[in-house]
């Protein structure tokens, strides 16, 4: 009877221990993309009190992200009382339908929008003081030089926060060196845009170019494929869209070898099998060992024609490049010489230097070429999710003086 006592309470003690463990790791795990305008803007008056934003970090120093296919929801401290008013400008077009429960809806308690607009003049700065306006949600895409303005004109803003994942089209000296917190929508975006990825690698694997061809021609002719196990996947910028790929890519059986920043971010990262720091030799090793290599790092001045002719002269010889982060990353000769005469069995491009895309560039009339209009993550929903994020997520977290996610380096770029 005491033997069976004690074997009990050992695989008690043991199940304990193990979920115990579990939990932390799962923890551990989960800490780690034309709209018209108006000539006036919808102004409603609400003082606050001013708190630092360096209450704000994390508690621990550890940047936490958001995924909507593996965060959880709401983990805010709901408990926590209401510590500051959120009085919100948004630098977004008035018609946007994403944004329109910002808009119109019911905010958390505390938080209101003051005002709505795409350009400068569209804001009364005085009224905006009054209101110790403190947010800024941006979403129009030309908002650099109003944002560095309402910067500069209104000192009272602790937080920007940008619906985008990428913040290319905010950045300036003037962000870069405001003492508000900036944050985006990464985690948004990224299944989508991995599954396209994957329908690229197939779609150059498969040769679905010929069965198309077959099929117009009624042609009944059999030909050899490309298996995509065992084959490697190199990611250039290994952000949440990367990491997304690369999960994808290992349940096809790939090796995923990747370049980042900080490659100490993914040591024991079970999805990458390899990571490089974001050097130049580094680049063109990646890109010598890859069968398929997916550009999703962000545009900042140093990614700006990062992948040029060096580049792809390195490449595998059969290579595909594909592209989901930004169009001016890659130099567009560079590549079109690349697949022309160079190694490249092919490009599948989301994103292109300028877009839309020119009539006369060649990228039209290459074969090997897969185009897409900057649309892979443009499901039905992207846009209004991301508004969403924003509201139900971070801005709750922002009235409780919490820890914010999503949080960006304003001097990298992202």
């Known amino acids: ?14 199940s304990s221990l193990t979920a115990s463990l579990s939990f932390e790791s799962l923890s551990l795990h989960f800490t780690r993309r034309a709209f018209s305008t108006v000539s006036s803007s919808t102004l409603i008056g609400l003082t606050t009190s001013t708190t630092s934003t360096s209450t704000l970090s994390s508690s621990n120093g550890e940047e936490q992200y958001w995924n909507r296919e ?21 630098l977004s077009d008035p018609h946007d339908d994403a944004n329109q429960r910002l808009y119109h809806g019911n905010l958390p308690k505390g938080a209101q929008v003051i005002a709505v607009g795409s350009e400068i003049d569209h804001f009364d700065i005085g009224k905006l003081k009054e209101a110790n306006a403190n947010v800024i949600f941006v979403s129009h895409p030309k908002s650099r030089e109003p944002l560095a303005k309402l910067i500069q004109q209104v000192p009272s803003i602790q937080w920007i926060h940008s619906r ?3 913040i290319d089209f905010i950045t300036s000296n ?26 690229a690698i197939s779609f150059f694997a498969k040769d679905l170019p010929r069965l198309l061809k077959q099929k117009h021609s009624k042609t009944w002719e059999k030909y050899c494929v490309e298996e995509i196990r065992g084959k490697t996947l190199g990611i250039i910028g290994y952000g949440d869209i990367g990491r997304a790929a690369g999960t994808l890519a290992k349940a096809y059986g790939m090796k995923v070898i990747a370049l980042r920043r900080n490659p100490q971010n993914s040591q024991g990262d079970p999805i990458c099998d390899e990571v490089y720091s974001n050097d130049k030799t580094s680049l063109c090793r990646l890109v010598s060992k890859s069968d398929y290599i997916l550009c999703a790092a962000p545009l900042t001045p140093e990614t700006r024609g990062l992948i040029d002719e060096k580049v792809f002269s390195s490449a595998k010889k059969n290579s595909v490049f594909i592209n989901v982060g930004r169009g001016p990353i890659v130099e567009e000769d560079a590549l079109i010489e690349a697949l022309k005469n160079g190694p490249l069995k092919g490009a599948a491009l989301d994103v292109v230097a300028t877009e839309p895309l020119p009539k006369d560039s060649e990228l039209w009339t290459l074969e090997n070429v897969l185009l897409s209009p900057h649309n892979m993550d443009m499901t039905e929903t992207f846009m209004h999710e991301a508004t969403e994020f924003f509201i139900e997520e971070n801005l709750p977290r922002f009235l409780r003086n919490d820890p914010l996610l999503n949080l960006v380096d304003k001097v990298a770029g992202y």
């Not at 593996?70 to 948004?90: F, H, L």
């Open 1 to 14: 009877m005491i033997n069976r006592l004690l074997i009990c309470i050992y695989f008690l003690v043991l």
């Open 70 to 90: 593996t965060s959880s929801r709401k983990q805010y401290q709901d408990s926590k009382p209401i510590s500051q008013m959120a009085n919100i400008i948004c």
């Open 164 to 166: 985008s994942a990428g």
């Open 174 to 199: 003037e962000l870069s060196n405001c003492g508000a917190m900036v944050t985006n929508a990464k985690g948004c975006f990224s299944s989508t845009l991995a599954e396209y990825t994957m329908m």
